[in-house]
């Protein structure tokens, strides 16, 4: 069974600009949640998906915003780039009953200059 | 905010068992202890859980006291290759206006290094 996917792997970006990052998860995982890591805060809550639904959102600012689609894919969308955004977002995958259980992509490294 | 405590850095030495230690006196009854760990430049990886009783899987156990302020992960013969960041979490339940609402909340856990 494939793992979770999440691409790009790597972006450069500029302050100002918006990005979009996508994950797919395991096959038949229906809940998707995004985090960022930065050597700092470590792992720091995004938001989690369950069937096209938000299901919990951590406190960041409404710059950061996502959706699910209908076959349980995920994109996270970050708008006006700041430089404190650079970041590794990861993204991971788990069964509705196994919340905590969660299967995480390699995350996608975003720099922002 | 972390609702666990682990410190920072640890040694092992290969061959040896690590046992990885986790203070969280705050946690409630019906939460749940995780632990995951991060080898460098990879996503986490689920190790194992527990809410009251000991556990064990294939990776590692997991021993919580009977207060369930705190726990430890044992990895029983350690490998070069266990080198990694380890995040004890606590599982936080609740609800809102989207029904169950469960967050793990990760600290800055401890990097581990086993060495040869």
């Known amino acids: 069974k494939a793992g979770v996917t999440q691409t790009p792997r790597y972006l450069i970006k500029t302050r100002g600009q918006q990005v979009t990052l996508s994950c797919s998860p395991i096959?038949?995982?229906?809940?998707v949640s995004w985090y960022q890591q930065t050597p700092g805060q470590g792992l720091q809550f995004l938001f989690e998906y369950f069937s096209e639904t938000q299901r919990n959102k951590g406190n960041f600012p409404g710059r950061f915003s996502g959706r699910q689609f209908s076959n349980s894919r995920s994109e996270m969308n970050v708008s006006t780039l700041e430089l404190g955004d650079s970041a590794l977002y990861l993204c991971?995958?788990?069964?509705?009953?196994?919340?905590?259980?969660?299967?995480f992509g390699p995350g996608t490294r975003l720099t922002v200059t | 905010d972390a609702k666990t405590t682990q410190p920072p850095s640890m040694d092992c030495a290969e061959g040896r068992a690590a046992n990885l230690p986790c203070n969280h006196s705050t946690i409630s009854g019906n939460e749940y202890v995780y632990w995951y760990r991060q080898i460098h430049s990879q996503g986490p990886q689920y190790i194992i859980h527990g809410l009251k009783n000991n556990e064990t899987n294939e990776m590692a156990s997991l021993i919580i006291t009977e207060d369930r302020k705190s726990s430890t992960l044992i990895l029983p013969h350690a490998t070069l290759r266990d080198t990694a960041v380890y995040y004890c979490?606590?599982?936080?339940?609740?609800?809102?206006?989207?029904?169950?609402?469960?967050?793990?909340?990760w600290g800055l856990g401890t990097s581990l290094a086993v060495n040869p």
């Open positions: 096959s038949g995982h229906r809940s």
């Open positions: 991971a995958s788990s069964f509705r009953d196994r919340a905590g259980e969660q299967y």
């Open positions: 979490i606590v599982r936080v339940d609740g609800r809102n206006n989207a029904g169950n609402n469960r967050k793990l909340i």
